[in-house]
């Protein structure tokens, strides 16, 4: 199991940026994916961007396409989130996730992610 702790979260205006981080410890040999999920106020937790560790390609949802880039640094374990251009729409919690199982699946369907970190807060008001 890997565990995971994010970072980077805070308040900010809109048009605004952030970055998030996210370390992983313990089994980060068997991740092969990593992403970002957001959960906001009374909402169902949603995929935002997703990464293959052995491959690096990236994937977006449509509505953060062009202002988010994902992307991660395996020497230090780290997985980022750049968050430009951000809407108020864009508050929630943010997820970092990993999975360690092989196979295709949905992207984001958050029950095919395996090990979850705490979550950070991000604010963005308009």
């Known amino acids: 199991q890997a565990q995971l702790v994010e970072s980077g979260g805070g308040s900010v205006q809109a048009g605004g940026s952030l970055r998030l981080s996210c370390v992983a410890s313990g089994y980060t040999d068997s991740i092969y994916w990593m992403g970002w999920f957001r959960q906001g106020p009374e909402k169902e937790r949603e995929g935002v961007a997703a990464?293959?560790?052995?491959?690096?390609?990236?994937y977006y949802v449509d509505h953060v396409k062009g202002r988010f880039t994902i992307s991660q640094d395996n020497a230090k374990n780290t997985l980022s989130l750049y968050m430009n251009n951000l809407k108020p729409e864009d508050t929630a919690m943010y997820y970092c996730a990993a999975r360690t199982l092989v196979g295709s699946f949905n992207l984001w369907d958050r029950t095919a992610w395996n090990d979850w970190g705490q979550g950070t807060q991000v604010t963005v008001s308009s």
């Open positions: 990464i293959s560790i052995r491959i690096g390609s990236t």
